[in-house]
């Protein structure tokens, strides 16, 4: 009986150091401090109304349309106008 030899031949495409492969850990490293936050809010009613017609008209859940229309009225707040 004969038999036949197949061989295949690797090409070397690189080696990564074992310090590039320790810094590629840290960058991918998962940093608590900088999870999203969870707060709690109380909006009358007419807020919550208007929020969740955003949310129907762009398809985009309630809590990610609220996130939205925080985050631009956080940037335009100016704090020197603003009374209790």
Do not use: N, W
Not at 9 to 35: H, M, Q, T
Request: aromatic share 12%; proline share 6%; net charge negative.
């Amino acid at each position: 009986m004969d038999y036949i030899l197949y061989c295949k031949s690797f090409e070397l495409l690189g080696v990564i150091p074992v310090s590039d492969y320790a810094r590629d850990i840290e960058r991918f490293r998962l940093d608590p401090s900088k999870f999203p936050k969870r707060i709690d809010i109380f909006v009358p009613e007419r807020v919550v109304d208007h929020i969740q017609a955003v949310s129907a008209r762009t398809g985009r859940s309630f809590s990610e349309s609220a996130a939205i229309i925080l985050a631009q009225g956080a940037e335009k707040f100016d704090p020197e106008r603003f009374e209790l």
